[in-house]
Nanobody
Framework: LVQLVESGGGSVQAGGSLTLSCTVS????????MGWFRQAPEKEREGVAR????????SYADSVKGRFTISQDNARNTLFLQMNNLNPNDTAMYYC????????????????????WGQGTQVTVSS
């Protein structure tokens, strides 16, 4: 059974920082893509950051470039998202997700392409 469990969400003021964690169990193959996605009320789920397991190659949405950093600790099978300089537009439920990699370091694709999902952790940024 593959399980992803997020933690680290909370409420912060604009300009603040949070670090999200996602612990993976039941899946150890490093030929995988992991990502952080978010969904605000009445909006579609969007990709925030992604990372390829074998090389650590990362990609980011334009809206978070320079502010968010995705990383992984393969020994602990854990994914992280360091979020700095948060603003109210970052308010959303944040989810981590995992899929097998079919294209090497290319971890693109829609949310539907990711097979495994965590339950989500809420991030609220106040102005």
């Amino acid at each position: 059974l593959v399980q992803l469990v997020e933690s680290g969400g909370g409420s912060v003021q604009a300009g603040g920082s949070l670090t999200l964690s996602c612990t993976v169990s039941g899946y150890t193959d490093s030929n995988r893509c992991m990502g952080w996605f978010r969904q605000a009320p009445e909006k579609e789920r969007e990709g925030v950051a992604r990372i390829y397991g074998r090389t650590g190659t990362t990609s980011y949405a334009d809206s978070v470039k320079g502010r968010f950093t995705i990383s992984q600790d393969n020994a602990r099978n854990t994914l992280f998202l360091q979020m700095n300089n948060l603003n109210p537009n970052d308010t959303a439920m944040y989810y981590c997700a995992l899929r097998k990699s079919y294209w090497g370091v290319d971890c693109g694709g829609t949310p539907a392409d990711f097979r495994y999902w965590g339950q989500g952790t809420q991030v609220t940024v106040s102005s």
